[in-house]
């Protein structure tokens, strides 16, 4: 979806509950796959606003609306940064957002986010918040 400049908003859930978020979007229960989430975020697809919710390697939900941060971002984080940064400030959640302008690939995490981040090492990067959580 980066090489194809696709945004794309995807919350990975953990052990925080997301009901409310889930219930305000469409619910899917399917399983996870590449096809799906390209399916999910292609441009004027029914379902490609918003945010997917993603539990246990199912797409719970689509067209997710998520909270926006309140805290003070660069301007040129667009709607979806902001509202990766908002679920990660009040959930456990690690969301991966694709921008739709520029392909570049970010991860967020406890109210901070990650941008340009390589596809090679979109797998790390997710991996490294789940550890953390799995300290904690």
């Known amino acids: 979806m980066s090489a194809t400049k696709t945004g794309a908003l995807i919350v990975l859930t953990q052990r925080s509950e997301l009901d409310d978020i889930?219930?305000?979007?469409?619910?899917?229960?399917?399983?996870?796959?590449?096809?799906?989430?390209?399916n999910i975020f292609f441009k004027n697809?029914?379902?490609?606003?918003?945010?997917?919710?993603?539990?246990?390697?199912?797409?719970?939900?689509?067209?997710?609306?998520?909270?926006?941060?309140?805290?003070?971002?660069?301007?040129?984080?667009?709607?979806r940064h902001r509202a990766a940064?908002?679920?990660?400030?009040?959930?456990?959640?690690?969301?991966?957002?694709?921008?739709?302008?520029?392909?570049?690939?970010s991860v967020a995490y406890g109210g901070k986010i990650e941008r340009n981040i390589a596809p090679k090492d979109l797998a790390k990067a997710i991996l490294s918040h789940m550890e953390e959580m799995q300290k904690e």
Not at 22 to 38: F, H, P, T, W, Y
């Open 85 to 105: 940064i908002g679920i990660t400030e009040t959930s456990d959640a690690i969301v991966v957002v694709v921008s739709e302008e520029t392909g570049g690939i």
């Open 45 to 79: 697809a029914p379902l490609h606003d918003g945010a997917a919710i993603v539990m246990n390697n199912s797409v719970v939900a689509a067209k997710c609306i998520l909270p926006v941060t309140q805290s003070p971002v660069p301007k040129s984080y667009g709607t």
């Open 22 to 38: 889930i219930e305000n979007g469409i619910k899917l229960d399917a399983r996870l796959s590449v096809a799906l989430l390209e």
